[in-house]
């Protein structure tokens, strides 16, 4: 019985909060914007399929995929290292963790769909998600950069990558990121 006034209350209370003109409702509410900041972030992708401890590896592909030039349909989940320099045992600031997978078929086309997870400094545990096409042969590739956690929360930017080494035997490349975000 008791339960059941508390209902009516809550009942009585939301549609006199409901029948207040002008009154905010309480599933949407406009909260204040605060300023934006625009951070650039630079730093060394290491790419390893090669080896004992692979951080790249094939999760999936289609039957032609072996066939095809551009290696069309592979899927490959990574949990590569972020470093300060092009150095593998330079400064780890973060992981690479998601996926990509070869999109193209006339030339090295990857759609790419990962986090940076970053552990370093104020930045550890904030993140920031790439989505975007990276023509992997071309010298320099844009990204979109389209959102973020923690620190990066809301961001928007771009990624330029750069390639620094590729080794076109096993597949290893280390690639510079130059990364802008507005957040
Ligand atoms: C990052 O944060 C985690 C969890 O809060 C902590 O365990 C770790 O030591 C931190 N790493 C660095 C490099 O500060
Ligand atoms: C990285 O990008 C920023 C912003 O676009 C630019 O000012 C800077 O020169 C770039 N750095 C390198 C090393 O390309």
Not at 26 to 31: D, H, V
């Amino acid at each position: 019985m008791a339960k059941f006034g508390v209902v009516i209350l809550l009942l009585i209370v939301t549609l006199e909060m409901a029948a207040v003109p002008g009154m905010a409702q309480t599933w949407a509410q406009k909260l204040v914007t605060e300023k934006e900041t625009v951070t650039n972030l630079q730093f060394y992708f290491h790419d390893t399929l090669s080896g004992k401890n692979p951080t790249a590896v094939r999760v999936a592909q289609a039957t032609g995929t072996d066939k095809s030039p551009t290696l069309f349909g592979v899927v490959m989940m990574v949990d590569d290292p972020l470093t300060e320099t092009p150095d593998p045992k330079s400064k780890l600031l973060g992981r690479a963790q998601g996926l990509y997978g070869s999109a193209c078929q006339d030339e090295l086309g990857l759609v790419m769909s990962m986090s940076f997870v970053f552990t370093d400094d104020i930045y550890n545990g904030s993140s920031i998600s790439l989505l975007g096409n990276n023509r992997a042969m071309n010298p320099v590739r844009e990204m979109p950069i389209v959102g973020g956690t923690g620190i990066f929360r809301l961001a928007r930017g771009y990624a330029i990558a750069k390639t620094h080494w590729l080794d076109l035997t096993t597949g290893d490349a280390i690639v510079g990121y130059n990364v802008t975000v507005v957040h």
